[in-house]
Structures are given as structure tokens and as C-alpha cells.
């Protein structure tokens, strides 16, 4: 992704176009992007589900909404407040409207047998036919899901000793101890190739260390969410069905509960697996997961792809979660919402490899930093 970006940006173009460029980029380099657009002087147009993003980068935004296009002068949180503004103007509009109809309605009723006032009669009726009738707001559908509490787990949940990783000559691990205790939220930080990913693939048993050993908890249950966990859903099954056949015991009003929790409402629960875009089938996999909580959550980049209602829903419901996580993310309203603890792979440069443990949340380790990530000094 960063090869593909440098290689736009090197052509130095008057108009950028841009669908989604944040996803998959560390955030070390969507501080870069951010530095880099703010001195862009060229036009952009861009998607995004990162707030933080277009809340430094753009200056306008365009909403598309079932054929109507309303556009907004502000960043993100501006256009928010604004659209909230218009929607409540619209409700009371409507209902002074729908006042005046009625009224006029009456009138119209009760005199339309009336020959003295037939003119008049008539003259509010062609008056009616021309106003143009203003539409209640769209409804936008904000649907909470509270997840079950999970199984309580012991005290330990994972504790690596003497761990030691390396890809060819390239030293990733090199006697790494690490313990996780119950209820603690880890954000694992670090440059891409810290081996973050590395790190939850060899606590969630999908990679083995070359040496030392990691140990899980008792009462332990775990759910891994990585890009991989989109290959066990089945092409041939609607969501609704994938949700049946993972939960057989469970009543199909639950199950289109927590479909709706993720955007999956409609005609969209009833979507062929086989047609949804990665990110409907990332909101897929995560409702698989969390239906039934487990106590110990490894979730490596949780939201690429994820659009904001979706990932807002997200951190309010793993907020009240009370097992244990661990994660890597570089969306700073996941890191900000969720993490009680840092673990910082790489250092500074990103190639000083000494883990440094932080014991605070991912607010407080940007303050000890004075930046949003190792390696960025802003």
C-alpha cells in the first residue's frame, strides 16, 4: 500500500483521487499522509472511515443518501453537528407543514359542499397542489448491541517466556518475556515488520515460535480476528443463513439483532457471502465472534474496512467488555476508546527491537511520547 501510494504522490497530479487510503497503513505513515496532503496543492477527493483523518485533512463534505447529494463546508465533526442541525430544522418544518395541511384539509371538508364558498374552495386546493412537501429526515439507524459477559478467566491469561522470532536473518523476537493479566486491554504498537502481527499469530496458536514458550491461562476461551478469519465464512450462504448455521440454537429474532448491530438490516441480511465487499465481510466475521464472547480477544487490525457506525458501535460495546485483549489497531478512536496498557514494539527508529511496556492508556502514552506513535515526531 505504501509503494502504491509513493508512487501517485511522486507524479506529483493536480487532482487526487483516493478510496480509502488510510486502510492498511501503520500509523506512522498516515501521519506522513497527513503532513503530506495538508501541503498538497492540488484538489482531492477521497472516501474514508477514519474521523481523525478528515478531521485534519478535508475541508468540504459531499453526502451521499439514496440519490440525494448534500454537500457540507467543515471537516467531519462539523458536518455532524451541521447535519444534525438540518435534520431537527427538517422535523419542525415538517411538522408546521403538516399542521398547515391539516388545517387547510379541514377547511376544504367542510365547506367543499358549500356554494358560497366553492371559489375559495377551490382557490386552497390549487394552492396545495403547488406547495412542495417538505419530507420527514431519513431516518439513520444507530442500532446498539450489548454482548453477553463472558466466562471468567483466571488470573493469567498468557504469559510468554524466552520467546524468539526471526525470518531468515532478520531478528524479529530475541528472548521476549511478556505476561497479559485478566481484564488488562493491550494496544500493540510498532512500525510495520515490529512483528505485531507476528506477536498475536504466536499467542493465538496460528504461528509457533522458533524458541521459548507461550503459555494461556486457565478457564480460557479465545476469539482471533485477523484478515484471514474471512476465509471460514461460506460463499453459498446469505448472512442470515451463516448466522442460522454458526448459531442453530438461537432465535432468528436475535440473530437479525446482532446482524442489524452491523449494518446488516433488509435485503442486506440477506445477501449471498459470496458478493459482500471485505468490509461487510470483516463486520461478518466480527458478529460471528462476538455473539458469544469469548473471555480473551485477539484482534489484529479489527477495523480495516470497518465504515464508522459500524466501528463507533464497536468501541461502545467492547468499552462494557470485561474479558481481556489484546490488539493492534491504527485507528486512534479504537486506540483511544479501548487500550489500558501499551506494549511498543521497535523503539523510535523501528529497528531498536527492546519491547518498551507502557501502563497507561494510549492517551497517556501519546503524552509520555509527545506523539501518536514510535517513530513520529510531530
Known amino acids: 500500500m505504501r509503494v502504491a501510494l509513493a508512487r501517485v504522490l ?181 512500525r510495520n515488520g515490529a512483528g505485531k502481527s507476528t506477536l498475536l499469530k504466536m499467542i493465538a496458536g496460528a504461528s509457533e515460535p522458533d524458541r521459548g514458550i507461550v503459555k494461556l491461562g486457565a ?35 436475535s440473530l437479525r439483532t446482532l446482524a442489524g448491530a452491523f449494518q446488516f438490516s433488509g435485503e442486506e441480511a440477506d445477501k449471498k457471502i459470496r458478493s459482500l465487499s471485505g468490509g461487510e465481510k470483516s463486520r461478518l466475521a466480527m458478529a460471528r465472534m462476538l455473539y458469544h464472547p469469548p473471555n480473551f480477544l485477539v484482534l489484529d487490525e479489527p477495523t480495516n474496512h470497518l465504515d464508522l457506525a459500524t466501528k463507533e458501535m464497536l468501541v461502545e460495546a467492547l468499552k462494557d467488555f470485561e474479558g481481556t485483549m489484546i490488539f493492534v489497531s491504527h485507528d486512534r478512536m479504537f486506540l483511544r476508546g479501548l487500550a489500558s496498557h501499551v506494549l511498543e514494539l521497535g523503539g523510535e527508529s523501528g529497528t531498536d527491537r527492546e519491547p518498551r511496556l507502557y501502563p497507561g492508556s494510549y492517551i497517556e502514552y501519546v503524552e509520555a511520547l509527545g506523539h501518536e506513535a514510535p517513530g513520529i515526531h510531530t
Open 10 to 190: 511522486l507524479g506529483r497530479p493536480d487532482v487526487l483521487l483516493m478510496d480509502e487510503p488510510t486502510n492498511h497503513l501503520d500509523i506512522e505513515s498516515i501521519v506522513w499522509l497527513e503532513q503530506f496532503l495538508k501541503e498538497y496543492k492540488g484538489s482531492l477527493l477521497m472516501t474514508s472511515h477514519d474521523r481523525e483523518f478528515m478531521n485534519r485533512i478535508v475541508s468540504k463534505i459531499l453526502e451521499i443518501d439514496e440519490g440525494d447529494v448534500i454537500t457540507y463546508s467543515g471537516n467531519y465533526d462539523f458536518y455532524e453537528r451541521e447535519r444534525a442541525i438540518r435534520e431537527k430544522n427538517q422535523q419542525a418544518a415538517f411538522g408546521r407543514q403538516q399542521a398547515m395541511l391539516e388545517k387547510e384539509q379541514r377547511f376544504i371538508e367542510r365547506f367543499k359542499t358549500h356554494a358560497a364558498k366553492a371559489a375559495q374552495v377551490q382557490s386552497r386546493i390549487k394552492a396545495l397542489d403547488k406547495i412542495e412537501k417538505i419530507e420527514l429526515p431519513k431516518k439513520r439507524q444507530v442500532v446498539k448491541f450489548d454482548f453477553r459477559v463472558p466466562p471468567r478467566s483466571g488470573d493469567l491469561v498468557a504469559v510468554m517466556e524466552d520467546l524468539h522470532k526471526a525470518y531468515g536473518q532478520r531478528v524479529i523476537y530475541n528472548g521476549f518475556n511478556f505476561t497479559i493479566r485478566r481484564g488488562e486491554r493491550w494496544a500493540v504498537m510498532g
Open 219 to 253: 478457564s480460557l476461551t479465545m476469539g482471533y480476528f485477523a484478515q484471514q478469519a474471512l476465509d471460514i465464512l461460506n460463499p453459498d450462504l446469505t448472512v442470515t443463513e451463516q448466522l442460522q448455521n454458526d448459531f442453530p440454537k438461537d432465535a432468528i429474532g
